[in-house]
């Protein structure tokens, strides 16, 4: 089995930034602490080299109609499921609730 460490790192703001200052980090980015978790992670060298994925999805306020006429949203997190198997497993961080002076981490 697989591990899939999974964020979404779509963005409503015109740009798209993070830097890390003396405070922690700062970004325009929805789900920064999310995406920052996973990175963390990935560049930890704790991760067992070949069990495991990390996948920055997209699309999930992108709202457009589909073929059948309904509303797609999701997008990125859809097609990852191609990706998963019946015995993976999926960690799935958002952290997009924060309050607004808390979302500058």
């Excluded at 779509?10 to 999310?34: C, I, P, V």
């Amino acid at each position: 089995p697989k591990l899939f460490l999974v964020a979404h790192g779509d963005h409503n703001f015109g740009t798209l930034s993070m830097t890390r200052t003396k405070e922690g980090w700062r970004g325009h980015l929805d789900n920064q602490a999310g995406v920052r978790l996973l990175m963390e992670a990935y560049f930890s060298g704790r991760l067992p080299p070949g069990r495991f994925t990390i996948e920055i999805t997209y699309g999930e306020e992108t709202e457009r109609m589909g073929t059948d006429g309904k509303m797609i949203d999701f997008e990125g997190a859809r097609n990852l499921f191609p990706k998963i198997g019946k015995n993976d497993l999926v960690l799935v961080v958002d952290v997009t609730a924060l309050p607004l002076h808390l979302s500058h981490l």
